[in-house]
């Protein structure tokens, strides 16, 4: 007997496959539908891609233009300076001290007074020396009265002197007429006599008056030597008396006053002092490599230590001749003028010299990038693209730098005034980068969230 299972020898290959069909039906249509689903998909997948290479595309030239900071490259005067520091000196100050010791007695002024010259200071106790001077006046007073009757007396005796000559001169000719008349005997020997005696008494008469006249002359001369002494004694009373007094030997401004009234001082106490700081000074050192340089006229600038700006302008006023041995540098002095007096003695400065002045291109150090040892800028210019629009490029350039002035360096070569220099986001550039100023890009922002 043969199973039921076993295939029928009498049909054919095509009705044995008969039953499955509809197996393989269903699995033609899950191929279909999976075709289809890729297809969409992938079409989907197409046009994403593509509607983000457009946008990138677009916005493509925006984000390859560079924002960066442009400036103009301008000529600028540079100084060649040196700057060194000191203390200011008054060219007139004077330290008041008493010619005398003694008590205060007043003060006519005060600290910061300005006075002029001849202005009373202080007063010291006066009463002794004006004792003394007192008894000086009245010892001239009377050697002049001892003069005075000096005087008289001298005049009195040179004319009693003119009178005895008279005298003699009349007894003489009386003496020459008797002589000849007892000689040619018209006359006798007694009368001639007579005469002689008369004569002789008329002479000693002269001579004791002039002697009277050298006594008087010489009591004279006494009563003016001694009016003399009594007159300098009386100067020196006078001198005393004006020393006293303390007086402003020149024109200034009143310093500290540490005494007052009724404290005794001697001639080595300082009673204050007087500063004119209408004109100042300042000593500089001036190193040897400078000395070529250094010369009368030179102008300097004076700041003080939280002054950026300079206060004033002096010149140098004196070079020395020499150089010290220690230190090895030149003593200058500057002069300042100071009408505001916004400047004080004493007062700590910070100066500079200025040796010469030149005009100069200066870039800020932001611009600057190097390259071992060399230093480039990046200059905008302006390129054509393709399209025929005018497109701003950086062109990287060598120069070479000088000194550094703050936050600025010196250009010697490399950069022409009138160019333009960018001088920020030089890190993002290189030769022939695309660049937009930052002004402009942030035209082009505001416009777009517009």
Excluded: C, H
Excluded at 1 to 15: D, G
Excluded at 182 to 210: H, P, S, Y
Excluded at 344 to 364: G, M, Y
């Amino acid at each position: 007997m043969k199973s039921s299972n076993s295939s029928n020898p009498t049909l054919k290959p095509s009705e044995q496959k008969t039953p499955q069909q509809p197996k393989s039906k269903k699995t033609r249509w899950y191929w279909w539908l999976l075709t289809l689903l890729l297809l969409i998909g992938g079409g989907v997948t197409w046009r994403l891609l593509s509607a983000g290479n457009s946008a990138s595309n677009a916005d493509a030239p925006a984000a390859q233009n560079v924002p960066v900071k442009l400036q103009q490259v301008t000529v600028t005067a540079v100084r060649d300076s040196s700057e060194f520091v000191g203390v200011l000196e008054a060219q007139q100050r004077v330290t008041l001290r008493p010619e005398m010791n003694g008590r205060i007695v007043s003060i006519s002024v005060q600290s910061g007074d300005n006075v002029s010259i001849g202005t009373s200071i202080v007063q010291l106790r006066p009463d002794r020396n004006q004792a003394q001077l007192n008894s000086a006046f009245a010892r001239i007073n009377s050697f002049k009265a001892a003069r005075s009757q000096a005087e008289a007396q001298l005049r009195a005796a040179e004319a009693e002197v003119a009178s005895a000559a008279a005298e003699v001169k009349l007894q003489e000719e009386d003496y020459k007429r008797n002589s000849f008349l007892v000689k040619e005997g018209a006359q006798a020997q007694q009368t001639l006599d007579r005469v002689i005696r008369d004569r002789d008494a008329a002479l000693a008469t002269f001579n004791a008056n002039n002697k009277r006249v050298q006594a008087a002359r010489s009591a004279l001369d006494a009563a003016n030597a001694d009016l003399s002494q009594a007159q300098a004694d009386a100067d020196v009373e006078q001198e005393n008396l004006e020393d006293t007094r303390v007086v402003a030997p020149a024109a200034g401004i009143i310093g500290d006053l540490p005494f007052k009234i009724g404290d005794y001082v001697e001639t080595s106490d300082m009673l204050t002092t007087i500063t004119q700081n209408q004109t100042l000074e300042l000593r500089l050192a001036i190193p040897i490599e400078r000395a070529a340089q250094l010369q009368v006229e030179l102008p300097v600038e004076l700041r003080t230590a939280d002054n950026a700006e300079p206060l004033v302008v002096g010149k140098i006023s004196f070079v020395s001749p020499r150089v010290d041995a220690n230190s090895q540098a030149v003593l200058a002095k500057a002069r300042f003028p100071n009408p505001q007096e916004v400047l004080r003695d004493e007062q700590f400065v910070r100066a500079r010299v200025i040796w010469n002045e030149r005009q100069r291109v200066l870039i800020p150090t932001s611009a600057i990038s190097r390259l071992g040892n060399q230093a480039f800028v990046f200059v905008a210019q302006t390129s054509k693209l393709e399209t025929g629009e005018l497109q701003q490029i950086a062109e990287q350039r060598p120069v070479k730098l000088g000194n550094i002035e703050g936050n600025y360096y010196q250009v010697f070569e490399g950069l022409q005034p009138g160019e333009t220099l960018i001088t920020s986001g030089i890190l993002n550039l290189s030769d022939g980068t695309p660049i937009m100023a930052e002004s402009e890009n942030t035209a082009s922002e505001n416009t777009a969230a517009k």
